[in-house]
């Protein structure tokens, strides 16, 4: 449904997305994960046509958001970065007015409106101005023009920011509800929430793709070898010797818990398997007593952080 | 068309949603109704509404770009512009349905002072010749000068700069056409004096509705909205 491919766009001197490519089948959910300034949004614009692309080229059902413009921006409910909406308008009129620019014909416009209202739970909020309503709210009505003329695919771009811990539990409980119906893409710079709503992660960093997959394939690629933690009664020297001798054991740290007992932090070499077995031998073999032997789940976060650490070889990327 | 017109009447609603539609609606009602009680409203003076005309038309120098200042500018400072743009609709639908929805807003502007025209009814007969062509003209002015006022609200994303870019401009024009074409003298006086919009809205003041008058001003309305196109069109290839 989506494709991407090599987009490249650059502002001045700074290249905001270098050689980007990716593809999104229908119905899929996926997120574009990236600390601010990765170049989602660039991206994104690129795909909804709002800017074109300095070279590479964007496909939506197979169009061309520059050349289709038209056919391809009425595929489209796009939700934009800060959420834009005119303060002075009444939610419902908005939504018509949207609705109105969406082609929906006269006949369907009031039933699409108050279908998208039912929607996204704005039906005491219907005649209060935008500029009145919480952030919440707010964002709630973004996403209702965003799909009121039921698009096939559905960008949006920083859904949940500005909301409140039980507002993005909505959102996205709402949003994996959208699944299905339309095809969805979403950016965030926060991890967790990509992780618990998308099926699949496209991380960002420097305008650049870093990685494309499940959350779980993700966090497990290689370069993120395991790591363990052991606590063992004995002195941080002994455990640190014991543990050194392990074939597989690239790093170990040790350090004192009480008196008695002592804790090691243990980072495995890349294709080590796992360690923990032999770990645990090399403590009977040393005859001291074990209370903890734990293998850490690997995990998104240090996976993301190590995706998007700082690129030397290029300029940083644009605002 | 659906949404070039669904763009201009949000446009209209909106100026009444503001503050601003009703404070430039009470400002120019207030000056033109002074101006039609002093100025008209006397023993001897004939019943027309020549000075209404003559005030209205400089009023409108000034009253037209703070019209126009927001139509584009506010929507790319607020990025409003960006839902209209990811929309299905053309860019000539955007522009144009906004400088429509300018117009509409100055047409209402202009209705309620229909008043002066009903007050000059009850005490005299007035000749409704020049005041038809004068309103026609009153109109025909405004459409020029919004879409000059659109152009400018197009380039820029400052109200501000907006407004002024538009007012500086309908001030160069008169002072060119007018102190200009006195100042270089035959035979190009001429030339410049086509140009001015108050020698040409004079016309319509004395009842004279010139079709050179009514190209003139929506010819220049039109090309000042196209150049608007323009530079709204020029953000996909930038």
């Known amino acids: ?319 | 068309m659906t949404a070039l017109w669904a763009i201009a009447w949000r446009e209209f609603a909106s100026f009444f949603r503001l503050s601003i539609g009703w404070v430039v609606i009470a400002l120019y009602l207030a000056l033109s109704g002074a101006v039609f009680s002093l100025g008209t409203l006397r023993a001897g003076e004939p019943a027309s509404m020549r000075w209404f005309f003559g005030l209205s038309t400089w009023l409108l120098m000034f009253i037209a770009p703070a019209i126009s200042m927001r139509l584009l500018s506010e929507e790319t400072r607020n990025g409003t512009i960006e839902p209209l743009m990811t929309a299905p609709v053309s860019d000539w639908a955007l522009v144009v349905g906004k400088f429509l929805g300018g117009v509409c807003f100055l047409a209402a502007m202009l209705a309620p002072t229909l008043a002066y025209a009903v007050t000059l009814e009850a005490l005299s007969e007035p000749d409704y010749g020049p005041i038809a062509s004068g309103y026609a003209g009153l109109a025909l002015v405004g459409v020029f000068y919004l879409g000059v006022g659109t152009m400018f609200s197009a380039l820029t994303s400052n109200q501000i700069v907006a407004f002024l870019g538009t007012l500086f401009f309908l001030l160069l024009l008169r002072f060119a056409t007018l102190q200009g074409a006195a100042f270089v003298g035959a035979p190009y006086d001429g030339w410049l004096h086509t140009l001015s919009v108050d020698l040409r809205m004079a016309d319509f003041g004395k009842g004279v509705v010139d079709t050179a008058h009514v190209v003139y001003f929506l010819a220049g309305g039109a090309w000042f909205v196209t150049l608007g196109v323009v530079a709204v069109e020029s953000r996909r290839w930038r």
């Open chain 1, 1 to 319: 449904m989506i494709h991407a491919t090599e987009l490249t766009r650059t502002f001045g001197p700074t290249r905001a997305v270098r050689g980007v490519s990716f593809e999104i089948g229908a119905g899929e959910i996926v997120g574009l994960l990236g600390p601010n300034g990765a170049g989602k949004t660039t991206t994104i614009r690129m795909l909804t046509g709002y800017l074109p692309p300095t070279s590479g080229r964007a496909r939506i059902d197979g169009l061309d958001p520059i050349d289709d413009s038209h056919a391809v921006r009425s595929r489209i409910g796009y939700l934009a970065e800060s959420n834009p909406i005119y303060p002075e308008m009444r939610v419902e009129s908005y939504l018509r007015f949207r609705a109105t620019l969406h082609g929906v014909p006269r006949a369907r416009r009031e039933g699409a409106v108050g279908e998208a209202i039912e929607r996204c739970s704005l039906r005491e909020m219907r005649r209060v101005r935008v500029g009145r309503l919480s952030k919440g709210y707010r964002q709630r009505v973004g996403l209702a023009a965003a799909l009121v003329h039921d698009p096939k695919v559905l960008i949006l771009d920083e859904p949940t920011s500005g909301l409140d811990p039980t507002q993005i539990v909505e959102t996205r409980r709402f949003l994996r509800e959208l699944a299905g119906r339309h095809t969805l893409l979403l950016s965030s710079h926060i991890l967790s929430e990509v992780e618990k709503l998308c099926g699949r992660i496209i991380v960002f960093a420097h305008g650049q793709v870093r990685a494309d997959g499940t959350p779980r394939a993700i966090s497990a690629a290689p370069g993120d070898a395991g790591a363990y933690t052991v606590e063992a009664a004995t002195t941080p020297e002994r455990l640190d010797s014991a543990l050194t001798r392990v074939r597989g054991a690239a790093s170990v740290r040790t350090e004192a818990v009480d008196a008695r007992w002592s804790r090691a932090h243990i980072v495995a070499e890349d294709g080590a398997g796992d360690l923990r077995e032999s770990l645990g031998a090399a403590l009977a073999g040393e005859g001291v007593a074990l209370r903890e032997l734990r293998r850490e789940e690997a995990s998104l976060e240090r996976a993301f952080a190590r995706l998007v650490e700082a690129d030397p070889a290029e300029e940083g990327p644009t605002p």
